[in-house]
């Protein structure tokens, strides 16, 4: 009798464990995924400032 709580009490705790290891994991692909989109947002908005720079420069040059 006492087994069967014990093996019960540490499937309960293994379960637990799984649980929580599987929401950090999901909170961590989520972190990852809106780096990657704010990465994405940056890069654009660099490249808008180097087409930007550049016509400045033509338009300086002529």
């Known amino acids: 009798m006492l087994t069967i709580v014990a093996l019960t009490v540490l499937l309960v705790i293994l379960i ?3 649980i929580l290891f599987g929401f950090f994991i999901y909170k961590d692909l989520k972190r990852t995924e809106h780096t990657i989109e704010l990465d994405q947002e940056l890069a654009e908005h660099n490249l ?3 087409d930007l720079e550049s016509e400045l420069e033509q338009e300086t040059i002529k």
Do not use: A, R, S, Y
Request: with cysteine; charged share 15%.
């Open 48 to 50: 808008l400032e180097v």
């Open 16 to 18: 637990c464990l799984g």
